[in-house]
């Protein structure tokens, strides 16, 4: 029976706090709140900030967008340049040799084959190889760059 009891006060004194009503209400200009109106201006402010981070979240990933065609357009210009400059250097070279051709002249030296064969793979040096994996990373990682930018748009896009 106190179980009951108990349990019946616990239940009414919750109800009395979650469905209270204030009769003391004063009826000035000052102390009453339209709460429609409030309710619909939270959210009118709670839209705003929605589009606030929808607009800051498309801005950002445009800037990325042009970020990477940017940084590809300048991975392009300067892959051209050193493709110019390797070949220039190379004009320069040849033109050299041609030019003391006739002053040339050298003695034939001879070295073992371990020693060709322990510095070398493949008939390339390691610092050879060194350049070959960079370019190759570098490769793969504007690829994965691309496809970021590739996917996003077509994302957007449907």
Do not use: H, P
Not at 47 to 56: R, T
Not at 94 to 106: F, K
Not at 117 to 138: K, P, Q
């Amino acid at each position: 029976m106190t179980k009951k009891f108990l349990v019946s006060i616990l239940v009414a004194v919750i109800l009395s706090v979650v469905f209270s009503v204030c009769f003391a209400n004063e009826d000035n200009g000052s102390n009453n709140i339209n709460l429609g109106n409030e309710i619909t201006r939270s959210f009118d402010k709670t839209e705003d900030s929605a589009k606030n981070l929808v607009n800051g979240t498309m801005e950002a990933e445009q800037k990325m967008e042009n970020g990477a065609k940017d940084m590809g357009q300048r991975i392009e210009n300067g892959a051209r340049d050193m493709g110019q400059k390797i070949e220039n250097g190379v004009r320069d070279v040849s033109g050299a040799v041609t030019e003391n051709r006739n002053n040339y002249s050298t003695t034939r030296t001879t070295t073992s084959a371990s020693t060709n064969a322990d510095n070398t793979i493949a008939g390339m040096t390691t610092n050879t190889w060194m350049w070959i994996i960079f370019a190759v990373a570098g490769i793969i990682i504007l690829s994965a760059i691309w496809y970021y930018a590739v996917q996003n748009k077509d994302t957007k896009n449907n």
